[in-house]
């Protein structure tokens, strides 16, 4: 199955990773949102992260040209009749997620697979919103898309093979390494990082310092960023609702986030995007 065209639906961080990496390997993508405000914050952060790959010599500008011209962006979802793999990456809510895959799975040709970058939500039920689910797999990339390697490729249980199979190869040809992983709460990494992360809010409530509890798995379990300087990475609101999101789907305790965690999230600090999180950031 040989992919020509992507829909990205989502034009966020995350879907705008996703696009400049298959336009790096030489996709044309369009990227749908809702609006002409988030299209633009897209085309900001692609010309960032473009930059930053000039900067670091991982591109060329001939590169960096191509992969801006094989990039559009529409405000509606008549490209998805165009597409040869559609991908959805729209905030992970459940109401919304079914609102856009419902579209998706009307307005795609038949035998196109919808992917979902989901992170924490059941692959089997968003495949029930597609309305196709043996065309239906979750394909979770990691922040920032076009650095980090790792793609989890999730079936669902009425999922085609030939459809993980695809999600497989495409994810090679994208330049990164997919690994199937079944369909349960959390899936394989933020399903660990959830239990590690949370861990690690206890300790910091029992009075440990940040910087303790990260040196100390840094050295003690070879990772190269303790847990409370990711969660500051990837902001304490996307953790929160990872963690919330677990809590729910399992019921285990060690989910349950502290009343102290959610209140740091409700004050506004978020990590490096705020500032402050656990640790304290010039802006």
């Known amino acids: 199955m040989h992919v020509n065209t992507m829909c990205v639906v989502g034009a966020g961080t995350m879907g705008t990773g996703i696009a400049q ?15 002409e405000q988030a299209i633009s914050r897209s085309g900001q952060l692609l010309d960032r992260s473009l930059q930053g790959a000039l900067e670091r010599e991982k591109l060329t500008p001939e590169q960096a040209a191509q992969v801006r011209a094989l990039i559009g962006w529409e ?19 459940r109401a919304v997620k079914q609102q856009v895959l419902g579209q ?3 307005l795609a040709p038949a035998h196109v697979p919808i992917a979902s970058n989901t992170s924490t939500l059941p692959i089997s039920v968003l495949a029930g919103f597609s309305g196709r689910p043996e065309r239906f797999v979750g394909m979770h990339f990691f922040n920032p898309a076009p650095a980090m390697k790792l793609v989890e490729v999730i079936p669902g ?58 040196s100390a798995i840094e050295l003690g379990l070879g990772h190269k960023l303790g847990p409370l300087a990711t969660a500051d990475l990837v902001g304490l609101d996307v953790v929160l609702a990872l963690l919330e999101s677990l809590h729910e789907q399992t019921g285990h305790a060690r989910f349950q986030a502290p009343a102290e965690f959610v209140a740091l999230v409700e004050s506004g600090k978020l990590g490096r995007k705020s500032g402050e999180g656990f640790y304290r950031y010039e802006q």
Do not use: H
């Not at 405000?75 to 809510?93: C, K, N, P």
């Not at 330049?175 to 861990?199: E, W």
């Open 21 to 35: 990496v298959a336009a790096q390997a030489g996709i044309r993508v369009y990227l749908l949102e809702a609006s």
């Open 75 to 93: 405000t509606t979802y008549q490209r998805l009749a165009e597409a040869d793999w559609v991908l959805e990456a729209v905030f992970e809510d």
């Open 104 to 106: 998706a799975g009307r």
């Open 157 to 214: 249980e009425r999922t085609a093979p030939e459809v993980t199979d695809a999600a497989v190869a495409l994810c090679e040809r994208l330049g990164k390494v997919p690994k199937v992983v079944p369909d349960i709460p959390g899936f394989l990494v933020n399903r660990a990082f959830g239990a590690l992360v949370s861990t690690a809010i206890d300790m910091w409530l029992r009075g440990a310092e940040p910087t303790v509890i990260d």
